[in-house]
């Protein structure tokens, strides 16, 4: 890339690039429209999917636009005559919002603690309507219940109480989110260049970037309808940020080493960037084609993700690799201030600690290979006995009115009494609709199930009957999920055909489709990481290397990061999603540490050969991947903000994987294992046959004594007063 395009470091390129910049961002802004947001979190089936055909053919019942609210009323010593007489009342007030105009009386539990009243409602005004008449339920519920004795709780659930918390757990989350991860990022660029101008070049030129993804991400979602849910945002905003930095981190570093060696700012930028852009570069079309890979996902979410993320990567590095250049240039020199780099100053990076590191791996790299393999097995244990997935009331990080109610619910009442399953019967024969209602009613984990509405077939075609059952097990708990796989094998024998949908269902899909994406889109990730790797060091078994230990850096982070989060934080298990979007984020992420030390390697090997190019580049990458892998950590931690158990797991977990890259794997297993394959990292590129990768030496002080001289040379051409 550097060879066919040239930084804007000129005086009039760079302010055309930044004034550009700026007028794409505000642009962008000011005429995009607003995101297709969606209502809470889609997972998006494929219309294969079985409850997605349930929900289909339910259309055509009576009734197929209502869900319902649910009111649940306990008093633990049992309910009293004012709470009953209390609970009618409020039934005929609550007609007035019901759907059909009519509440059914309560249904009063068989221990006489608790009361349920169903409220059946329209979805027809969508989720802002549904939402307002959800809040106007409970204000009345708390109305109704104020006077009534100390002891009894009133709480609203159900289907239509759930959509309304998980919209509401989320105002404000995105500007929260936002708001942490700037403050993170500025917190840790002020600490990485000890500068109180330095830090904000970057930052802005990141922000702006953020900016401009934003707006672009608005308008793809209106021209495609790509669903941008409010944790697909927040996912693709931490992706801009973290990113972003980390190419500026790598390009500042490269810069200000240049600075040292030449006296025209204007030149040294021009250098740094040759240095810098291919590994930006390769950096970010790794993570663009690797996200592009959930394309060939069959959930939505999935595609919306890495859709929406690769979008927000490229235009990290556009920013990275054209504004902030042309911004530094502009900054002039002190801008690093009080640290200013002068030309014939110390490269303190060839004697530092990293040096020191570099070559303590080199002196005995196989130990380091024992020791780091037992850390990474270690720490991949903790998948043993990992439970996947998460049921309704187990999906907030926050109070939520609708998951306690369900918990109520469920101490007196079946669990899935607030949630039950959807048969849909193609058939209106009493005969064919009992032996459905029998084998529901006999399969393991249901307690109860009956025929409801029934829709006549269009044009004499064969009508349909819907059956509903009660599960034991809390909705989208593995108990639960397990019923309804017996359920569906259950009404599969009864002849004609019987569907199974409802939410849990619903949760059963996405956990099948989840799985499927895993199988297809992994393998397609790990071959587009080590082609860009391939095309990148013109090697293969160094690339091959690389992959194998992201892979096991990914592994050991699942492990540790569902220990944390089931151990430490309480959480019940991992999310379905968790896998999958870990993998991808830690592989394509967690391999740009590997390309940023892997090319300054293969750049040092002619010069120095195989083991000294290993200690040059740990040495002078080490303080910036490290100072990177720490902040991407720190950012993808910040997604915990969210209401969402599944976004802060994934933080957890890729958050650990990016440290055990930058820390673990990149600081001594890589080092290691390229030292003891030497020439044959490099095979069957030019730099793998004997001879071709002369020897040169560093001094025990870290100097230089084997330094290539045409660094020193060139780009005379872009010489340009200072």
């Given at each position: 890339m550097s060879r066919v395009l040239h930084a804007p470091v000129g005086r009039r390129s760079a302010w055309a690039s930044v004034v550009l910049g700026l007028l794409v961002v505000v642009g962008l802004l000011v005429l995009a429209p607003s995101p297709d947001r969606g209502s809470g979190v889609s997972a998006g089936l494929p219309s294969s999917a079985e409850s997605v055909q349930v929900a289909e053919l339910a259309q055509q019942l009576p009734g197929a636009d209502a869900t319902s609210a649910l009111v649940v009323v306990q008093r633990a010593g049992g309910l009293q005559a004012a709470d009953t007489a209390a609970?009618?009342?409020?039934?005929?007030q609550l007609a007035g919002v019901a759907e059909g105009g009519a509440v059914a009386p309560p249904v009063v539990s068989q221990d006489g603690t608790t009361a349920l009243v169903a409220v059946p409602l329209s979805t027809a005004g969508g989720t802002e309507a549904l939402a307002e008449t959800v809040e106007g339920i409970r204000a009345e519920v708390r109305s109704a219940t104020a006077d009534l004795p100390e002891g009894v709780t009133a709480e609203v659930t159900g289907g239509a109480a759930f959509t309304t918390d998980i919209a509401a757990s989320f105002d404000g989350a995105n500007l929260t989110l936002l708001l942490t991860t700037v403050l993170v990022v500025a917190a840790l660029l002020l600490v990485t260049y000890r500068s109180p101008v330095l830090w904000l070049v970057p930052l802005a030129v990141v922000g702006a970037s953020a900016a401009a993804a934003t707006a672009l991400f608005a308008v793809v979602s209106r021209t495609t309808g790509l669903v941008l849910d409010p944790s697909t945002g927040g996912i693709a905003d931490v992706l801009v940020f973290g990113a972003g930095t980390n190419y500026a981190l790598l390009l500042i570093a490269r810069y200000r080493e240049e600075l040292r060696r030449e006296p025209d700012r204007r030149l040294a930028m021009a250098r740094a960037w040759r240095g810098a852009a291919p590994a930006i570069a390769a950096s970010a079309?790794?993570?663009?084609?690797?996200?592009?890979?959930?394309?060939?996902?069959?959930?939505?979410?999935?595609?919306?993700v890495g859709q929406f993320g690769a979008l927000g990567i490229a235009v990290a590095a556009l920013f990275a690799l054209f504004v902030l250049p042309s911004a530094l240039v502009l900054c002039g020199r002190g801008v690093f201030w009080p640290f200013v780099p002068r030309v014939g100053s110390a490269e303190t990076s060839l004697g530092g600690p990293w040096s020191r590191v570099g070559r303590a791996v080199v002196k005995r790299p196989w130990r380091v290979v024992a020791v780091a393999v037992a850390v990474l097995a270690v720490m991949?244990?903790?998948?043993?006995?990992?439970?996947?997935?998460?049921?309704?009331?187990?999906?907030?990080?926050?109070?939520a009115e609708s998951v306690d109610g369900l918990e109520t619910l469920a101490t007196a009442f079946p669990a899935g009494a607030a949630d039950p399953a959807q048969?849909?019967?193609?058939?209106?024969?009493?005969?064919?609709?009992?032996?459905?209602?029998?084998?529901?009613?006999?399969?393991?984990?249901?307690?109860?199930?009956?025929?409801?509405?029934?829709?006549?077939?269009?044009?004499?075609?064969?009508?349909?009957?819907?059956?509903?059952?009660?599960?034991?097990?809390?909705?989208?708990?593995?108990?639960?999920?397990?019923?309804?796989?017996?359920?569906?094998?259950?009404?599969?024998?009864?002849?004609?055909?019987?569907?199974?949908?409802?939410?849990?269902?619903?949760?059963?899909?996405?956990?099948?489709?989840?799985?499927?994406?895993?199988?297809?889109?992994?393998?397609?990730?790990?071959?587009?990481?080590?082609?860009?790797l391939v095309v990148l060091l013109r090697a293969v078994v160094g690339p091959l290397v690389l992959v194998a230990t992201v892979v096991a850096s990914f592994f050991?982070?699942?492990?540790?990061?569902?220990?944390?989060?089931?151990?430490?934080?309480?959480?019940?298990?991992?999310?379905?999603?968790?896998?999958?979007?870990?993998?991808?984020?830690?592989?394509?992420?967690?391999?740009?540490?590997?390309?940023?030390?892997?090319?300054?390697?293969?750049?040092?090997?002619?010069?120095?050969?195989?083991?000294?190019?290993?200690?040059?580049?740990?040495?002078?990458t080490g303080a910036v991947i490290t100072s990177a892998g720490v902040l991407?950590?720190?950012?993808?931690?910040?997604?915990?903000?969210?209401?969402?158990?599944?976004?802060?797991?994934?933080?957890?977990?890729?958050?650990?994987?990016?440290?055990?890259?930058?820390?673990?794997?990149?600081?001594?297993?890589?080092?290691?294992?390229?030292?003891?394959?030497?020439?044959?990292?490099?095979?069957?590129?030019?730099?793998?046959?004997?001879?071709?990768?002369?020897?040169?030496?560093l001094g025990h002080d870290g100097s230089d004594h084997g330094a290539d001289d045409d660094v020193r040379r060139r780009g005379g051409e872009l010489a340009a007063p200072r």
């Open positions: 609970l009618q009342q409020l039934s005929g079309g790794t993570v663009v084609l690797s996200l592009l890979a959930l394309s060939f996902a069959v959930l939505g979410s999935n595609r919306s991949a244990a903790g998948l043993s006995g990992a439970r996947l997935g998460l049921s309704q009331t187990e999906q907030f990080r926050v109070q048969i849909v019967v193609r058939s209106t024969d009493p005969a064919v609709v009992q032996g459905v209602v029998d084998a529901a009613s006999a399969s393991g984990g249901v307690a109860s199930a009956s025929a409801g509405r029934q829709a006549a077939g269009v044009d004499g075609g064969t009508g349909i009957t819907e059956v509903t059952a009660v599960l034991d097990g809390d909705p989208g708990s593995p108990e639960a999920v397990a019923a309804v796989e017996r359920l569906r094998t259950a009404v599969d024998a009864v002849p004609g055909e019987s569907l199974v949908g409802g939410s849990t269902a619903s949760d059963l899909d996405v956990k099948v489709a989840t799985e499927r994406d895993l199988r297809v889109v992994a393998p397609l990730v790990l071959l587009v990481v080590l082609a860009v050991a982070a699942l492990g540790a990061g569902n220990w944390l989060a089931t151990q430490v934080l309480g959480y019940p298990g991992l999310d379905t999603g968790v896998p999958l979007l870990a993998f991808l984020f830690l592989v394509a992420l967690g391999v740009d540490y590997n390309i940023f030390l892997v090319t300054r390697v293969r750049e040092e090997v002619p010069a120095r050969g195989t083991r000294e190019a290993v200690v040059v580049g740990v040495s002078v991407l950590a720190a950012v993808f931690t910040v997604l915990g903000v969210l209401p969402l158990i599944t976004l802060t797991e994934l933080g957890i977990v890729v958050g650990l994987g990016v440290l055990l890259d930058t820390l673990l794997v990149r600081t001594l297993l890589v080092p290691a294992l390229f030292t003891l394959l030497d020439r044959r990292a490099w095979w069957p590129g030019a730099l793998s046959r004997r001879g071709s990768a002369p020897r040169g030496r």
